[in-house]
């Protein structure tokens, strides 16, 4: 089972209710079940592993849990359990630190919705093994507050190619898409900058995608994290 959570108190998708149908769809296709929820109760009560294989932050956005979540959740991935985050999850619990190092980079800004391009890194994990060197999409283009690659554990699998877009701003290499583990339990975390629009849940590429990445985390996939790039 795989919660999936779209709980928002500052700017919210529009996409969000297209994006849980899409995952429940993905879910049949690719045996896991869905549980959504907007709920902060549902981080509170005990049994977090036993309930979910993964929890998934679907443009999240604000502060989301209460500090018994915060503290359940926190608990829940250091024993091993699975995070996915998707786009505005970087938009998430900015006054929880250990939210901003668990994800290992924060929302800084974006410039207009438009196409582009990301460089893919790794193509061995389940989020990216199905993707050419290069994919071409639309999306807000998220610049963030620092580098991801500042925590040692994180492992970037695709770039945005600032030359394919307007207005870039964090200049050369700019992580997109990254995995690493966390705590004493090695729980996966698995973070993607795309998904802003409910247009990219019919992007077979992107479905496939959320899909190999939530698997991932869920440990229903195979794709060490490896070595940092």
Request: proline residues 5%; glycine residues 10%.
């Amino acid at each position: 089972m795989i919660l999936v959570y779209s709980r928002t108190t500052a700017y919210r998708h529009a996409s969000i209710p297209y994006a849980v149908a899409t995952l429940r769809d993905l879910g049949g296709a690719h045996g896991f079940e869905v549980a959504a929820s907007e709920d902060p109760a549902v981080f509170e009560r005990a049994g977090l592993a036993d309930r979910y294989t993964a929890v998934v932050f679907l443009s999240t956005s604000g502060d989301v849990l209460t500090p018994e979540g915060r503290a359940r959740l926190a608990a829940y991935v250091d024993g091993g359990g699975g995070f996915v985050g998707v786009h505005a999850a970087a938009c998430t619990e900015d006054d929880w630190p250990y939210y901003g190092a668990l994800l290992a980079a924060r929302f800084d800004r974006h410039p207009a919705y438009q196409p582009g391009r990301l460089r893919v890194a790794d193509r061995t994990h389940p989020a990216t093994r199905h993707l050419g060197d290069s994919w071409e999409f639309t999306d807000e283009w998220y610049d963030f507050r620092t580098d991801p690659r500042t925590d040692p554990a994180v492992r970037v699998l695709a770039y945005a190619d600032e030359s394919s877009y307007d207005d870039a701003r964090m200049g050369g290499d700019h992580p997109l898409i990254w995995c690493r583990e966390q705590g004493e339990g090695r729980g996966r975390v698995f973070y993607t900058g795309l998904g802003h629009d409910a247009s990219a849940y019919d992007d077979p590429d992107f479905r496939a995608h959320l899909a190999g990445g939530i698997r991932w985390a869920a440990r229903a996939a195979e794709g060490d994290v490896g070595s940092p790039v």
